[in-house]
């Protein structure tokens, strides 16, 4: 009976560090979400603002330079600054979305679905596979054919985290 206690206890214990676990990750993704979405937002504000305030500066200096001292028709020198504005308006763009990758909660999403939890669940190893989460998320969930996405028991596609 001791030994049966024992056990019931480990297995209690054992239980309650996973809960514990889980929860440190959820608030670390949830940590990383929100300064992701905040960082996101700001260069998504960067990017607007500095493309429209590119233009309009660019324009005023660069054109007057252009066409005064280079010498170039009022066409070309109102293309280039056109063009570096939207240079830095895209990379400023792509660097948003990196950032907004973050807002996915994907190792939140990747242990829910070993533990059996949501829709990536049958698609996931089981937690007693020696494959990781995080390589069975990348091959995605398989398909009978390339072309139809994978659906849910509802009919919803399948995002993989």
Known sequence: MRQIGATGRASL??????????????V???????????????LTGFAIAFGASAWLLLMATLVVFLSRQAGLPWSAALLIPAVLSVAATLAAAWIAMRYFEHTRLQAT?????????????????????????????????????????????????????
């Open 28 to 42: 670390a993704d949830v940590s990383l979400a929100r300064s992701a979405l905040g960082r996101s937002l700001a």
């Open 13 to 26: 214990g054992a239980a309650g560090d996973t809960a514990k676990a889980l929860r440190s990750l959820v």
């Open 109 to 161: 999403r990747r242990q829910l679905a070993r533990l059996g939890i949501g829709e990536l669940a049958d698609f996931m190893p089981s937690p007693d596979s020696p494959e990781s989460a995080r390589s069975a998320s990348r091959h995605g969930p398989a398909s009978e054919t390339e072309e139809r996405p994978v659906k849910d028991e509802r009919g919803v596609d399948v995002t993989p985290p």
